[in-house]
Every structure is written in C-alpha cells, then in structure tokens.
C-alpha cells in the first residue's frame, strides 16, 4: 500500500468535491508520470476511482440540493453512450498503432489536461462578469435538452479516451451556456460525472484496464476527502481553488507532452506556473482596487 497514492487520493478527491473538477486531470498524468503506471491502466483505474468518488460526492451535494437534476439527466443522456464509444475508440487505437500506441495515448491525454487547464483558468479569472448572469435554476426548453445532450456527447467521448477534462469540460459548458451559480455549477458536475464516470469505469473493466489494488489505495484518501470537499464547497469561494488548479493542470500538461517525446525544455515547463501565478496575482489586485478607486 503506497501512502503516496492515498495522499493524491486525498487532494484530489477534496478538490473535487470543492470544485467539480480535477479527478482525471489530475490523477491521470499523476500516475503516469509519478507513479510510473502504464498509460491504459492509469486512464481505466483512474476512471473506476473516480465513479465511486464522485458518487459519494454527487450523493452529497444532492442532500444539499446543489444539484440541477434535469440538466445533469440529459447531459448524461449524450455522454453515457459517448463514453463507451471512446473506450471502443482506445481499444481499436491501441490495436491499429500497436508500439507506438503509448506516444500517442500521452499525447492525447496531455492535450485534454492542457485544455482543461486553460479552461479552468478561463473560468477563474476571466468570466467574472457572468456573475450578475447566474441563476440557480432555470426551466429546460427544447433547445436546452438537445444542447445538454450535445454537451455531453462531446465530453462523454474525450473521457473514454482519455479519462480527464470531464470536470473542467461540463464547468465551462455550466457557466458559458446555461449561466448556473457556482455552487449548482459544482453539484451538478460532480452528480452528472457519477452517471458518466460508471459507464466509462464498467467499459474499461471488461476491457481489462483497471488495477484494483491501485483503485482501493487511491479509494481510501479520496472518499475522505470529496465528502469534506463537498460539505465545504458551500461554505468556501472556489475562485482562488479553480485557478491555482488551472496552473497545476497546465503544468501537469507539458509534462505529459515532454513523457510522449515533444522536445520542450525543461525551463519552459517550471517557467509556465510562474507566469501564470502572475498573471493571476496581477489580475487579481486590479480587481481588488477597482472598488477602492470607485470609492475615492
């Protein structure tokens, strides 16, 4: 049993709970990269962790009715057949590349991981205009059903193959198209990555892609861990937690890309969180000022 794993399990499981995101973002280059597990296992462990994780977290965000259950179902609707589309995907990929599979499996998964990364910063630092646009609720017309369906179908697919971005991926389309407040914009991704997560997990353990002792290890930091993230993520802002995590994914990007043979340097990589920590840090002080300037 790695205490290592069960401290990763721990962290990612809180900043699921807190945020909706950074299950296979995370956990997916973490094995890879740290643990030195093989890119299919780690995506399909990573997917098995994360269903039971996130239904103990979608199971507690319902009780405090943070959750838009319409709008997780019809997403759902696309992105449970999707899943399994793209676990079917990774096998006849696997099959058709045979040795050079690996490159190419790290080369995706980096590219989802580095899109969520920008995403999840997008939404942090960038959106907080939307805020006079938020609701708690809304009534789902035609068009919003076919569009959370749409929604899904996408996400549901780069999940299969790549197991990460799901979080980062139904945030942006929470905030951008259907304007929730940020906790609905939490229940509702973490309840819908549930129902997603297990039809993901269930095609990866036919196809023989989980490990289950590194599943269990994983288990018993992260269910701790989204329990607690959960009860806090109504009581804590999740603004500074989104960015902090966006930084983390990009970095966590590069480094998968540099795993799959892209010739980036070493420098670049520890030069990219230190910009982006001050961007943010920029960012953020112009904001803070602004009302003092109002003010004087």
């Known amino acids: 049993m790695d205490p290592l794993l069960i401290l990763f399990g721990l962290g990612v499981g809180l900043l699921v709970g807190m945020t909706g995101i950074g299950g296979g973002s995370l956990m997916t280059p973490l094995l890879i990269i740290v643990i030195g597990v093989q890119p299919v296992t780690a995506i399909g462990s990573d997917l098995a962790y994360g269903a039971v994780t996130k239904t103990v977290g979608g199971i507690k965000h319902f009780r405090q009715r ?19 589309l793209g676990v079917y995907v990774l096998e006849a990929l696997e099959r058709a590349y045979g040795g050079d599979f690996e490159s190419l499996l790290l080369t995706m998964v980096a590219a989802a991981v580095l899109f969520s990364g920008v995403a999840t910063l997008v939404r942090a630092v960038f959106l907080t ?8 609720g809304f009534r789902l017309t035609k068009k919003d059903r076919i569009v959370a369906a ?3 179908v996408f996400v549901g697919f780069v999940l299969g193959i790549t197991s990460a971005g799901s979080g980062a991926l139904i945030a942006v389309a929470l905030i951008y198209i259907f ?9 509702t991704d973490v309840f819908h990555a549930a129902l ?18 590194l599943v269990g ?10 329990w607690f993230g959960s009860h806090m993520s109504v009581r804590l802002p999740t603004g500074a937690l989104r960015t902090a995590l966006g930084v ?12 799959a043979g892209a010739a980036i340097p070493a420098p670049l990589i520890a030069a990219v969180p230190i910009v982006l920590i001050l961007l943010i840090a920029t960012t953020e002080l112009a904001r803070r000022g602004a009302p003092e300037r109002r003010r004087a």
């Open 66 to 84: 943070t959750v838009a259950i319409r709008l997780s179902t019809w997403m759902a609707v696309g992105s449970v057949p999707a899943a399994v």
């Open 196 to 213: 997603l997560l297990w039809a993901a997990a269930i095609a990866h353990i036919v196809a023989g892609n989980v490990d289950y002792a």
């Open 150 to 152: 749409s929604v899904g």
């Open 217 to 226: 290890t994983i288990l018993l930091g992260s269910l701790p861990g989204v």
């Open 179 to 187: 304007r929730l407040v940020p906790t609905r914009v939490v229940g």
């Open 248 to 259: 983390v994914l990009i970095g966590a990007g590069l480094g998968l890309l540099t795993k």
């Open 129 to 136: 205009k939307l805020i006079e646009r938020e609701r708690r």
